[in-house]
């Protein structure tokens, strides 16, 4: 409401400014006295304005008279084109601004405008490269899809423009979600421009994305050839590429190919861990024990982990329980920690030394309390003949306790529960790792973690459900001895807890 009042008042005062001088003029006496030869000429100040503007005029028709009389006499000299030249300069130029304004809108936003000023260049400009790119551009930015394809195709027909033509057909693909589209597009791009970083990372992803396990290696070798990727990023990158090639031809049932690369991606990552379990794998389907057992040890010096404790201990199923933990030794001595403690305790199981797996797990329940440690300590207790509300507290603390170590992805901190090439959930490329999150719930609003300390305490004797307690005085806790309750050969029996069974569940 303000600027428009404004511009009313402004409006009105150059009215009245115009007025005033016009009449100002009028009443003026004073003139201009042109003589020529005999005849005078007196010119009053309205007059002498008119004459001014006149004679402005007149000079402006005759710079582009002597324009055009240049033009003329070029032609006449033989320059077939100098007339044609004349009358296209100015067309020219507001071609450019009209151009150039296009190409100011669509960097500002304004998609309808752009588009307008694009019909107004191509109207006007010989050279369409640039005004088809607008147009295309911005009929891309109002949303008109199919305006937009067909500039872009257009693109395709000059040399120079073809490769930015495919860029925004493979936009326009990517943006409508046709994967395979995009990907043939992406590889026609690079077929014109092999060097192109952001083409080469688009169709990397497309081939992740699409399974394409075998050209997407191919494309990260063009990356590295280019000088983008230092040797060992693109050696991690490749075994990973390789090892999803693997996974993908055991699916198939390619057996033998599925183990060279398995074999060949631990080559060119020995640290990474699945491909070292998997590599492991396919060297003793082939009969070689010692070579299996000698890279598992290399990962598991860099990164302990349960898939290469239960690789290790795939070389030699039907070994007797005592046999295994001797053999475990070696590879458990490289790296001590959790991981180790936990396996050790776990061989110490199987082969029924319960003290001794206590003794394995030390105070790990106390500084590492995950939900396997607390299943471990629950085995332990019931190798041991604890009675039942210690195992069960030991399994209730399990419900909630941290998980430990999972595969995570860096980028979103997504939790997996096996490992991939691509996260789940952001779509991120080669970011798992095995790792624990945080635990920052804290504690819960209905006091559930009071929940080990009930069920370890409480017998297992049924309580009536239906008579309410009567208030009697609070017994002495010496007096109280909790009664073990009755249990036959087969329900003792039906409590075993079977540990893997256990750790599959979760706990």
Request: net charge negative; hydrophobic share 45%.
């Amino acid at each position: 409401m303000f600027w428009t009042v404004l511009k009313i008042v402004l409006f009105l005062a150059v009215v009245a400014g115009l007025v005033w001088g016009a009449e100002a003029l009028m009443t003026q006496e004073a003139g201009l006295r042109l003589a020529v030869g005999n005849t005078e000429f007196t010119l009053g100040p309205v007059q002498m304005a008119i004459a001014a503007l006149l004679l402005l005029a007149g000079l402006w028709l005759l710079m582009r008279l002597v324009g055009l009389t240049v033009a003329v006499l070029r032609f006449i000299n033989g320059d077939e084109t100098a007339i044609s030249r004349h009358f296209e300069r100015n067309r020219r130029r507001r071609g450019l601004e009209a151009l150039t304004d296009g190409f100011m809108a669509l960097a500002a936003g304004e998609g309808e405008k752009a588009l307008t000023k694009g019909r107004k260049a191509e109207k006007l400009l010989e050279d369409q490269a640039l005004t088809t790119l607008l147009i295309a551009q911005a009929a891309q930015a109002k949303g008109n899809t199919a305006l937009a394809e067909d500039y872009y195709k257009r693109l395709l027909e000059d040399d120079r423009s073809r490769f930015v033509g495919v860029q925004g057909l493979l936009a326009q693909q990517v943006e409508a979600g046709n994967a395979t589209k995009a990907r043939k597009l992406a590889e026609t791009a690079l077929t014109l421009r092999p060097g192109h970083a952001p083409t080469q990372d688009r169709l990397l992803m497309l081939q992740n994305k699409a399974g394409d396990w075998s050209g997407a290696r191919r494309t990260l070798l063009e990356t590295t050839r280019s000088g983008r990727l230092p040797k060992p990023v693109f050696k991690r990158r490749d075994a990973v590429l390789t090892l999803q090639q693997a996974e993908a031809e055991a699916a198939a049932g390619n057996t033998a190919l599925a183990q060279d690369l398995a074999i060949e991606a631990n080559r060119e990552s020995p640290e990474l861990v699945p491909a070292a379990v998997m590599a492991a794998r396919a060297l003793v389907a082939r009969g070689k024990g010692q070579a299996a057992a000698k890279l598992i040890k290399r990962a598991w010096k860099a990164q302990p982990h349960p898939e290469l404790a239960q690789a290790y201990a795939a070389i030699a199923p039907d070994e007797a329980p005592s046999a295994r933990l001797k053999r475990f030794e070696p590879l458990l001595a490289l790296t001590p920690g959790a991981e180790a403690q936990m396996t050790r305790a776990e061989l110490l199981i199987a082969a029924e030394d319960f003290p001794a797996a206590r003794r394995a797990m030390a105070d790990l329940h106390e500084t590492h309390p995950t939900q396997r440690v607390m299943t471990i300590m629950a085995a332990i207790e019931r190798g041991e003949g604890s009675p039942d509300q210690v195992v069960r507290g030991w399994l209730a603390r399990a419900l909630i306790a941290p998980k430990g170590p999972q595969w995570v992805c860096e980028n979103c901190h997504h939790v997996h529960a096996g490992w991939h090439a691509l996260c789940a959930h952001c779509g991120a490329f080669d970011t798992l790792g095995w790792t624990e999150t945080p635990d920052s719930s804290g504690p819960s609003a209905t006091g559930t973690e009071m929940l080990p300390l009930i069920v370890g305490a409480l017998p297992a004797a049924d309580l009536p459900e239906a008579v309410e307690p009567e208030p009697a005085p609070e017994p002495d806790v010496a007096d109280v001895t909790p009664t073990e309750p009755e249990k036959d050969d087969a329900a003792a029996e039906a409590e075993v807890i079977d540990l893997n069974q256990t750790r599959r569940m979760g706990l």
